[in-house]
């Protein structure tokens, strides 16, 4: 692949290193940021929130670790019923408490949106599938359905890769410069995405919001955390749970989807072939997740 460069070309089009010819001037501007709150939760945390649709049921969506709202949002674009996405602590305009963080930390939080949203249904991405795991394990019933999209940890921590790509990430946001953490980034796009229109837009909505809002340093050390003692917690829960694993993806390894399958009573487990699936598979993905979580809705 021939070498990515920073900024983009004003016309959205790709930016190659050398001569050659252009690719598609196409592509579609990310949308304006929704306006958002900012939610005083029981323990004192302050968490950015977004609500969108309404009625019920009503489902909670939890992004992974240096993500946020923005990322999060298309996982719901099918599920009915009113949506709450949130920010956790260190992410976005979220506050970030001294100290040193935990996926107890984590789960108050995710549990605080859920509570103050009337939430029945909960959505968790990577860092997020681990806080609804710590927040099952001390209280199973919780919820009436889950999703857990891309697994990272369970009860070993997460290891090497996940703790360089997370300090890099922090590093390069600290730094403000746009190039910098564009670099890092873009780790994120399947190499077939870098240098497309579609991945200078994902890039530039990435980069507005981390050199806008930041990231906290305490996320640094959630990399080496887990997010339960014992997965053998989890055998008191008994809503119908989806968990979805992605092969070749080396920051949520296979292996965790599947011991998380294997511990939830209800789960059913489905792998996708190869990494990269939001931008290879969205379409499925989208579905799969919409009709899971709407099945319930639609017996009501």
């Not at 970030?96 to 107890?104: I, L, M, N, R």
């Not at 990577?126 to 891309?150: H, I, N, T």
């Not at 969205?282 to 099945?295: G, W």
């Amino acid at each position: 692949m021939r070498g990515f460069r920073w900024p983009p070309p004003p016309d959205g089009g790709p930016r190659l290193a050398g001569p050659g010819p252009g690719g598609p001037r196409t592509g579609r501007p990310a949308l304006p940021d929704p306006d958002t709150d900012l939610v005083t939760t029981p323990h004192g945390v302050r968490l950015e929130q977004l609500t969108t649709g309404t009625g019920t049921p009503v489902t909670v969506f939890a992004h992974g670790l240096g993500n946020g709202i923005a990322t999060t949002r298309p996982f719901g674009s099918g599920v009915t019923g009113r949506r709450i996405f949130f920010q956790f602590r260190g992410h976005g305009r979220s506050d970030a408490p001294p100290g040193t963080w935990t996926y107890h930390d984590l789960a108050r939080d995710l549990r605080a949106i859920a509570d103050l949203g009337g939430a029945t249904r909960a959505f968790g991405a990577s860092l997020g599938a681990g806080a609804l795991c710590r927040l099952l394990a001390e209280s199973p019933q919780r919820f009436d359905r889950l999703v857990l999209f891309l697994p990272a940890a369970l009860d070993q921590p997460r290891g090497a890769v996940a703790r360089e790509r997370i300090t890099d990430l922090l590093d390069a946001v600290a730094s403000g410069d746009a190039s910098v953490v564009a670099e890092v980034v873009s780790v994120e796009l399947p190499p077939a995405v870098r240098n497309t229109p579609a991945g200078w837009s994902y890039l530039r909505q990435r980069l507005d919001h981390l050199l806008r809002d930041g990231l906290a340093p305490g996320l640094a050390t959630l990399a080496d955390q887990v997010p339960l003692p014992d997965r053998a917690a989890l055998s008191a829960v008994t809503a119908p749970a989806l968990v979805i694993g992605c092969a070749g993806d080396d920051l949520h390894p296979v292996p965790v989807a599947e011991e998380l399958a294997a511990a939830l009573p209800g789960a059913e487990l489905h792998v996708y072939d190869r990494p990269g699936v939001l931008w290879s598979e969205r379409a499925d993905l989208r579905a799969r997740i919409s009709e899971f979580l709407n099945e319930a809705a639609h017996k009501d």
